[in-house]
Nanobody, 123 residues
């Protein structure tokens, strides 16, 4: 019904940059917000950044402020994460999230996740 597909992960050296993309597809009527989460080995999944689809308000985790930039645009329901000055501690699987998703012909509003993309930062 609704699918999220991330791309852009891979191996990068510390201090480098990488850009992640997420495409939301399906019979989507509206989305309240979209976000990037990450989960490192042995750790809980954590919020990296979130952007509201209504007023474009952005919130970042303290650990990525000033280094990462979340944005949306281009094609409809596209989400991006520009990651600069990457550190080894940024190594994780990065997940795209869409919250408050309404689809056509349904009163249901749900949250959806992508399958994740691995980002590895070498020192």
């Amino acid at each position: 019904q609704v699918q999220l597909a991330e791309s852009g992960g891979g191996l990068v050296q510390a201090g480098g940059s990488q850009r992640l993309s997420c495409a939301a597809s399906g019979r989507i009527f509206s989305i309240n917000s979209m976000a990037w989460y990450r989960q490192a080995p042995g750790k809980q999944r954590e919020l990296v950044a979130v952007i509201s689809n209504w007023n474009s308000t952005v919130t970042y985790a303290d650990s990525v402020k000033g280094r990462f930039t979340i944005s949306k645009g281009g094609a409809k329901n596209m989400l991006y994460l520009q990651m600069d000055s990457l550190k080894p501690e940024d190594t994780a699987v990065y997940y795209c999230n869409a919250a408050g998703v309404r689809v056509y012909d349904s009163d249901y509003a749900g949250d959806y996740w992508g399958q994740g993309t691995q980002v590895t930062v070498s020192s």
